[in-house]
């Protein structure tokens, strides 16, 4: 069973920066896409970026220019480093793993529980 577990949430005053780790764990060959969702108190999940296991990369327009979605591919991890935070990005933060393929799975998608981040002025 694949695991994906996410640190790094916290609180953050208004233009500080934090940097999100998810690392998945279990027998796993290779991941394609591992991306980072959040959700904020009242609203649907949204997607805030992607990165594919070759390094291509996808941004919500909300966070271009403050956000960087980066990935270690040996440690099968991904990092998520949010600078200039606004109140606006604070929410439950999601991992996502998709492609996930290993000794038990083929193809499969998993979620990480989520980390809070909270911006406060």
């Known amino acids: 069973q694949v695991q994906l577990v996410e640190s790094g949430g916290g609180l953050v005053q208004i233009g500080g920066s934090l940097r999100l780790s998810c690392a998945a764990s279990g027998s796993i060959f290779t991941i394609n896409d591992m991306a980072w969702y959040r959700q904020a108190p009242g609203k649907q999940r949204e997607l805030v970026a992607t990165?594919?296991?070759?390094?291509?990369?996808h941004y919500a327009n909300s966070v271009k220019g403050r956000f960087t979605i980066s990935r270690d591919n040996a440690k099968n991890t991904v990092y998520l480093q949010m600078n200039s935070l606004e109140p606006g990005d604070t929410a439950v933060y999601y991992c996502y793993a998709d492609g996930v393929y290993g000794a038990r799975d083929y193809g499969m998608t998993y979620w990480g529980e989520g980390t809070l981040v909270t911006v406060y002025s």
């Open positions: 990165v594919s296991k070759y390094g291509g990369t």
